[in-house]
């Protein structure tokens, strides 16, 4: 898996070009993502491991595997991670819209862990 992982990390599509140039070094909030990474049985787009945030930016395929993605999101929702979902275009075509439900899912979960 995690060959897997780093060959995913080498050969990123545009949208997830896009959306690590926004997360990557502490950009967030102060926040530490990583990308391609394993969780379980699955490598996630991307992920906060604090405040257990992960990211999924879905291209086309995605509308054929509806099913696949649901019982991945419960399964790392089982976890404890609140999953996100944003399509290629949403991020290619939007990306301070996508950034800011990013942003507050990130500040609604840090309320979440003071109260």
Same mark, same amino acid.
């Given at each position: 898996?995690?060959?897997?992982?780093?060959s995913l990390r080498k050969n990123q599509t545009?949208?997830?070009? =896009?959306?690590?140039?926004?997360?990557?070094?502490?950009?967030?909030? @102060?926040?530490?993502?990583?990308? /391609? #990474?394993?969780?379980? *049985?699955?490598?996630?787009?991307? =992920?906060?491991?604090?405040?257990?945030?992960?990211?999924?930016?879905? @291209?086309?395929?995605?509308?054929? /595997? #509806?099913?696949?993605? *649901?019982?991945?999101?419960?399964?790392?929702?089982?976890?404890?991670?609140?999953?996100?979902?944003?399509?290629?275009?949403?991020?290619l075509q939007d990306t301070p819209a996508v950034m800011e439900a990013i942003h507050?899912?990130?500040?609604?979960?840090?309320?979440?862990?003071?109260?």
């Amino acid at each position: 898996m995690k060959e897997l992982a780093r060959s995913l990390r080498k050969n990123q599509t545009d949208a997830e070009r =896009v959306m690590w140039q926004q997360l990557r070094n502490w950009l967030l909030l @102060g926040c530490k993502f990583r990308r /391609q #990474q394993v969780i379980g *049985q699955f490598i996630v787009d991307f =992920v906060c491991l604090e405040p257990k945030l992960v990211i999924e930016i879905d @291209g086309g395929q995605h509308a054929d /595997q #509806q099913q696949y993605d *649901q019982s991945r999101s419960h399964y790392l929702q089982q976890l404890g991670y609140r999953v996100l979902r944003f399509w290629n275009h949403e991020v290619l075509q939007d990306t301070p819209a996508v950034m800011e439900a990013i942003h507050l899912t990130m500040l609604e979960l840090k309320e979440a862990v003071k109260a």
